[in-house]
Nanobody
Framework: VQLQASGGGLVQPGGSLRLSCAAS????????MGWYRQDPGKQRESVAS???????NYADSVKGRFTISRDNRKNTVYLQLNSLKPEDTAVYYC????????????????WGQGTLVTVSS
């Protein structure tokens, strides 16, 4: 299973970006999908997550500004980033909990390669 993230870039404070992450490979189903971010020298932190049923969870620092969504038919998760602040600058990683087989049941955690978001004037 591979996760391919895209959509990062340089944006001014107050601007917007949309990140995408598509999963491909041997996939029976995908449970939770999410986005994390990491600044150099800091721990990776959870930004947002979404279950297969559409329930979402957000870090307090991004509530009201970021929106996570997914397209189950495309095995893709999105993160809409609005009202961006310089402190949102980080490498953003997507994550997916994937069921690859059901006999037996095998569930594994996969990560995308990361996409850099830079918020600066």
């Amino acid at each position: 299973v591979q996760l391919q993230a895209s959509g990062g870039g340089l944006v001014q404070p107050g601007g917007s970006l949309r990140l995408s992450c598509a999963a491909s490979g041997t996939i029976f189903s995908i449970n939770t999908m999410g986005w994390y971010r990491q600044d150099p020298g800091k721990q990776r932190e959870s930004v947002a997550s979404i279950t297969s049923g559409g329930s979402t969870n957000y870090a307090d620092s991004v509530k009201g500004r970021f929106t996570i969504s997914r397209d189950n038919r495309k095995n893709t998760v999105y993160l809409q980033l609005n009202s961006l602040k310089p402190e949102d600058t980080a490498v953003y990683y997507c994550n997916a909990v994937v069921v690859t087989t059901i006999t037996p049941v095998r569930v594994s955690d996969y990560w995308g390669q990361g996409t850099l978001v830079t918020v600066s004037s």
